[in-house]
């Protein structure tokens, strides 16, 4: 089982609609979730961190976190076709102040215009 | 300026060869990571540094080695080059007194080995 797991997609949605990306985690330990936008070639951007089970709302993006059923997501609304990106899902590791993060091998996001 | 550098940012090299991939960053974080992203495999450890003298393996450090000349650079070597090397490198820093566990990517090495 892979510790931090997302679907490759493509995810396609129309311009304006709501995007949703899931990710699951195996480390009951994890802490420190995080979110980071990857465009083709370029570096991973921190999008959203969240720590504490619920939402987390920040402009058009929200991340929520159940921690129960180790699931971490991330709405993004009225979607844009600059929103075209690789999405990864990070998970801290090994517990305590360790600060290894483990990423799932990203979600490919396409915003259809 | 960027906070986290890396040089080269492109380099082809031939089987055989050392090659040694630089990251600096002025974001004065402690901790410093290397990265090698091959598609469909996502982002995968190769070392990291949680001070100048921590140095600790990753999940795929077999082919490489580092060195933390400074609380600001981390370099890393491939001592004799392989084309399953070729690969996208990323170095990342973190702060451990913030205690989030953040990292931040320098832009990327995008290595070819031939």
């Known amino acids: 089982q892979k510790e931090v797991e997302q679907n490759s997609g493509p995810l396609s949605v129309p311009e304006g609609a709501i995007a949703s990306l899931n990710c699951t985690y195996s480390?009951?330990?994890?802490?420190?979730f995080f979110w980071y936008r990857q465009y083709s070639g370029k570096s991973p951007e921190l999008i959203m961190s969240i720590y504490s089970n619920g939402d987390k709302e920040d402009g058009r993006f929200t991340a929520q976190l159940n921690k129960a059923s180790q699931y971490v997501s991330l709405l993004i609304r009225d979607s844009q076709p600059s929103d075209s990106a690789t999405y990864l899902c990070?998970?801290?590791?090994?517990?305590?102040?360790?600060?290894?993060?483990?990423f799932g091998t990203g979600t490919l996001l396409a915003v259809q215009p | 300026d960027a906070d986290v550098t890396q040089t080269p940012r492109n380099r082809i090299t031939k089987t055989g060869k050392r090659i040694m991939l630089e990251c600096s960053q002025t974001?004065?974080?402690?901790?410093m990571y290397w990265y090698r992203q091959d598609p469909g495999l996502g982002l995968r450890l190769i070392y990291y540094?949680?001070?100048?003298?921590?140095?600790n393996k990753g999940e795929i450090s077999d082919g490489y080695s580092v060195s933390r000349q400074a609380q600001a650079k981390f370099s890393l070597s491939l001592e004799s080059a392989i084309p399953n090397q070729t690969a996208l490198y990323f170095c990342?820093?973190?702060?451990?007194?913030?205690?989030?566990?953040?990292?931040?990517f320098g832009p990327g090495t995008r290595l070819t080995v031939t």
């Open positions: 990342a820093t973190s702060d451990r007194t913030s205690g989030a566990h953040t990292q931040y």
């Open positions: 974001k004065g974080h402690d901790r």
């Open positions: 480390d009951r330990g994890s802490q420190s």
């Open positions: 540094s949680f001070d100048v003298k921590d140095i």
């Open positions: 990070a998970v801290n590791s090994g517990g305590g102040a360790t600060n290894k993060l483990i």
